[in-house]
């Protein structure tokens, strides 16, 4: 639904709002690549998916991989991560965003934190073919201490970006959609 409904045209304010949290994903994901499977882009995505919807989370999780990727490197991994995000955005849109304002918020850090090990098993379960790995559950397993970096990164990140994000998220969605054409 990149539209508003009424005019079918993509509005400046929307596109603005994408790009900026493509550029924030990016970004994020240079200044920690020293730190292996630690940034908030998960986090953003989950955000996102929980405030503007699915749609919009895909968009900045595919456009941030290409982007990001385009100086850390492109492979197969590349196709890996846009659909172990998707899987993410997903779950988080169709389980999580109905629910979502019932949810405590040491369980959302919780689910942030789960869902490192989600994408991890997601592109451990894509890469593996790719790479002629015969033993799927050997080569997941020595992977879980990057997904437990990924999983307390998110946790962190959640703890510290959620404050912050949900209610930009809904002061610019106010400000600009009050109408409810955003959706």
């Known amino acids: 639904m990149l539209c508003n409904k009424s005019t079918g045209k993509l509005s400046i304010q929307r596109i603005t709002l994408l790009a900026f949290l493509t550029a924030l994903c990016q970004v994020s994901r240079q200044l920690l ?32 991989i290409l982007l990001s990727n385009m100086t850390l490197g492109m492979g197969v991994w590349t196709i890996a991560q846009i659909v172990s995000f998707f899987v993410v955005v997903l ?32 592109i451990s379960l ?6 002629g790995i015969q033993n799927f559950w050997i080569y997941y397993a020595s992977g879980i201490p990057f ?20 209610p930009l998220l809904n002061k610019f969605l106010n400000k600009y959609y009050s109408n409810g054409d955003w959706k």
Request: glycine fraction near 8%; charge should be positive.
């Open 33 to 64: 690549q020293f730190l292996p499977n630690v940034q908030p882009v998960t986090v953003i995505l989950i955000i996102l998916t929980l405030t503007v919807g699915i749609s919009d989370a895909l968009i900045v999780a595919v456009l941030s």
């Open 91 to 122: 779950v988080t849109g169709l389980m999580i965003k109905p629910i979502f304002k019932k949810i405590p918020f040491a369980l959302m850090v919780f689910y942030a934190g789960f869902t490192g090990y989600l994408y991890g098993f997601i």
């Open 126 to 131: 894509i890469q593996a073919p790719f790479f």
């Open 147 to 166: 997904d437990t970096m990924h999983a307390v990164g998110n946790s962190g990140f959640y703890l510290i970006l959620a404050p912050i994000l949900f």
